[in-house]
């Protein structure tokens, strides 16, 4: 399915929006709505800002981005949008940008942000393969930071690596952790510092490209591995690999979470999920939900989920695609990385082990 199928298809969901609310258009504003609505343009220039700068007003019969001139030129010649049916909405850098007739919706008004976030959460085929391609290259960009790492670098020199890794790919680090040694049990969120690395290291990242953002997880050793981190590293496999296989199309994510709590349990390590999120469906953001007891919205095929089960000085991390019958780790290791084969309810599910440099 080409761009402009995937954006009218899109344009469609929002006329039935606009005609339920009665409203004359919808005022996209958000980096992840724009890109979700444009098929991957990207309106994020301060990457660290929700707010595109730029947005699309959207009318039963027409779309347009809304523009400033410094902006214009640059869509034009390289985002292609006309191509999927935009027009232009220009303003001068120093006046007001258009905003729509009265009436307007706007994505930040909660019953229209709710509408989107239910649309996000399920992927089309254009979207399912940008992600996959994504997921490719954040493995890639993982391995190729954390295979360079050395004793004596530190935590800002490996998350530089893997910033680059990154940006060479298309990409944009949006999440970067790194922790080495005493600090991966330290902290769950552990940001890159000065430390020096001595034997182990840990390498986090959220990679956005298209507006999808993917989440993954990897750990080397200078040398052999010792056997309380190897021990760990078995288990939190197998809390990841449950995670996985309990998150099938229709059942709600209070049950998928249950599972994962039941699995740390059979590792005895009964209470570590209390200390972090376990993550849940990605897509547009790292995390579109993070899942909670008592969430009753369910799991639906198309989706990206990312789980992040972690015990003390350990964790494990990929994206899945689920799928009618199944699921797909799209940011799977690279076919050199030491693979740990976790076997549950009769299926082999791969995790990443930890490498040893």
């Not at 995937?6 to 504003?29: F, G, I, N, Q, Y």
């Not at 530089?160 to 298309?170: E, F, I, Q, T, Y």
């Not at 953002?213 to 010792?226: E, N, Q």
């Not at 229709?250 to 979470?257: D, F, I, S, Y």
Request: glycine share 8%.
């Amino acid at each position: 399915m080409g761009r402009r199928e995937e954006v009218d298809r899109k344009h469609e969901r929002v006329r039935e929006l606009l005609a339920s609310h009665k409203a004359p258009a919808l005022l996209l504003t958000q980096t992840r709505n724009l890109a979700w609505f444009s098929a991957g343009a990207d309106a994020g220039i301060p990457v660290d800002s929700d707010a595109g700068i730029w947005s699309a007003l959207v009318t039963p019969d027409s779309r347009d981005i809304v523009t400033s001139n410094i902006e214009l030129t640059r869509l034009r010649a390289e985002e292609q949008l006309e191509a999927l049916g935009f027009g232009y909405r220009e303003y001068a850098w120093h006046g007001e940008a258009p905003t729509g007739p009265p009436g307007t919706l706007v994505d930040t008004q909660p019953e229209v942000a709710d509408a989107l976030l239910q649309w996000r959460l399920v992927l089309d085929a254009g979207e399912q393969e940008r992600s996959r391609r994504l997921g490719e290259e954040t493995a890639a960009a993982l391995e190729e930071a954390i295979r360079a790492a050395r004793p004596g670098d530190s935590e800002l020199e490996i998350a530089a690596r893997l910033d680059a890794a990154c940006r060479r790919r298309g990409g944009l680090a949006v999440v970067n952790l790194v922790a080495t040694d005493e600090r991966i049990a330290q902290f769950r969120h552990p940001l890159p510092t000065q430390k020096r690395m001595e034997r182990l290291v840990m390498i986090v990242v959220c990679n956005r490209k298209w507006g999808l953002v993917l989440s993954a997880t990897r750990l080397a050793h200078a040398g052999p591995l010792p056997a309380d981190l190897r021990d760990k590293a078995q288990k939190v496999a197998q809390i990841d690999a449950a995670a996985m296989l309990a998150t099938r199309p229709g059942r709600r994510h209070a049950e998928v979470l249950g599972d994962i709590q039941a699995a740390y349990a059979a590792c005895g390590e009964d209470e570590q999920w209390r200390h972090h999120h376990q993550g849940g469906p990605a897509g547009y953001n790292a995390r579109e939900i993070i899942v909670t007891p008592g969430d009753d919205s369910r799991v639906q095929a198309g989706s990206l989920y990312a789980w992040n089960p972690s015990i003390v000085g350990c964790k494990s991390e990929d994206t899945i695609l689920v799928g009618d019958e199944g699921f797909e780790i799209i940011t799977a290791a690279g076919a050199a990385w030491p693979m740990i084969q976790v076997e549950q309810v009769g299926q082999g599910v791969p995790r990443p082990g930890i490498l040893e440099l």
